[in-house]
């Protein structure tokens, strides 16, 4: 499973001067003599488990591959400079295929800034499989971690969650100006994009703090998709339960001091609602509280790559 | 086919102040105010394409996974600083199959001071992918292009061709020393390395480079794999023509002004040896000149990625 080869890989990755932070972040942190710290990451997308080409446009597929690496920069409030593409093309109707994809992806590279300074394109008797790594550059405010979360932090979002897979999963703008504006303007513990689920991703950062979190469940905001989603499964599931579970929101968790956080939510400085939805709290795990105030453990869900 | 998608890539992707080289070399240059230049290269792997998985120690493909990578940063005689991973496993067999690519890529990372950051680890019905992306710096002789041969430059090479089927192209030595050493010792004109075939590869520098190319065709070093492939195969073929379209041999092809070329041939600073196989010449194209001192045109063979 990813968690157990995530596991590994901290065990047997041995240390380097050059890494400021290594695997288990949104992107890795590297230290050069001279240079700003610079962030790297890397996401690889493939048919029929992040997307369904056969459904979709290809340059909404584009598009997303660049955009979750987006979103990684976004989760460490680095900015980004530049991505190489890898691409592995089924060799029947690969060419189209591969200049939809890049369509679909360099008009978001521009609006980023991004470089695209290269790839690689393969092709085989396979589905489509689609590589992005990007670049990009802490700010002043140094990057925003996973493990800086202190109990007490207020458990800060942006956007609404639930019912991604309706479409926002692939046209979701990346939050890269909104933790840019927040990381210069608020002081800020912690953060993470919510790539697997809220309540799984919540769950990770808490773990990398050292603490636990309470959700307030009433206030987690909902998409439209969440309520629209619930009623085309009709299958007794809550707009609650996808909010918390259902992954690709590509909205930030961040953990921000109370009275930073006050200030946040009064002043709303983004064009995207911030929403307080609980704090972190010494006690490891992740808890729910509903509105009697009464607390029970909560199960993070969320989605993990499965393999034996 | 690959050549038609990079066309269209080099009309298509915009520039960028940050872009000093772009698409269409072995890495691509990032410049940066303040900074070294960073060099930045993608290559990713599939099973049944690039290894066979059922045949060989995983260990092998996550070795070359990194590898060619390296040799990569090599051409552009840069130094290797940093990469990350992203694998698509099988859900069979994933997690055992993901240890054994790391313990073969790890060591190799060790060995070169690659600091290894992170990356994405996924899973599908499919077979493996691998790919993996480095960061490395030029050193001050500054990047080794395709583009800069010029008429008269000698073409040298190092090692020996052909044959890399039977076990190279897996357990190659990436040329990342061996172009550093060189880089700073010379005056070298351009450079890259032998990944898709001596000839072809040779055809791309030179049309890079707007000249041509004459290969004195009984220089060619041949690799002993090279005449046990030809009498394996028992189809007729001489070890010669493997070596000039086989591919994956990982060697380096260089532009070196004839001066410089004749020092570094009677000095022979590496432990593999260099060879002058020919000279750029003013006419475009690919030739080829045997003993008796006849010129005629030589077809630039290869593996290209084929798709339509």
């Known amino acids: 499973m990813e968690s157990e080869l995530i596991a590994y890989l901290r065990r047997r990755l041995p240390s380097h001067p050059m890494l400021r932070l290594g695997i288990g ?25 992040d997307f369904e080409l056969a459904e979709v446009d290809p340059r909404r597929v584009g598009r997303k591959a660049l955009a979750v690496n987006l979103s990684d920069l976004a989760a460490m409030a680095a900015e980004p400079l530049a991505g190489v593409v890898a691409l592995v093309l089924p060799r029947q109707g690969g060419m189209e295929l591969a200049v939809a994809l890049y369509e679909g992806l360099l008009p978001l590279a521009e609006q980023y800034g991004v470089a695209i300074a290269g790839g690689d ?14 670049v990009g550059k802490v700010t002043p405010a140094g990057p925003l971690v996973r493990g800086g979360a202190l109990p007490g932090d207020r458990i800060v979002v942006t956007g609404a969650f639930g019912g991604s897979i309706l479409g926002h ?3 979701f703008e990346p939050r890269v100006a ?41 206030a987690v905001p909902l998409a439209d998709a969440a309520f629209r989603l619930v009623d085309r499964l009709g299958d007794g599931s809550t707009p609650w339960e996808h909010a918390l579970s259902d992954g690709e929101d590509f909205e930030l968790i961040l953990a921000v001091p109370p009275e930073e ?3 946040m939510l009064a002043e709303q400085p983004l064009d995207v609602p911030l929403t307080s939805i609980g704090r972190f709290v010494e006690e490891p795990g992740l808890w729910q509280r509903d509105a009697r105030g009464a607390r029970r453990p909560l199960v993070a869900r969320g989605y993990q790559h499965e393999f034996e």
Chains 1, 2 share one sequence.
Request: aromatic share 2%; with cysteine.
């Open 261 to 263: 956080a006050d200030r």
């Open 178 to 218: 909104e933790a840019l504006t927040l990381a210069e303007a608020y002081e800020l513990h912690a953060g993470i994009d919510v790539s697997d689920g809220l309540s799984i991703d919540l769950a990770h950062l808490a773990e990398e703090s050292g603490c636990g979190a309470t959700i307030e469940i009433e």
């Open 169 to 171: 999963h692939l046209d």
């Open 121 to 134: 394109t393969n092709s085989w008797d396979g589905p489509l499989a689609v590589s992005v790594t990007l």
């Open 25 to 49: 972040d949104d992107a890795a942190v590297l230290r050069r003599a001279g240079a700003d710290d610079c962030v790297l990451t890397v996401d690889l997308l493939t048919d029929h488990v």
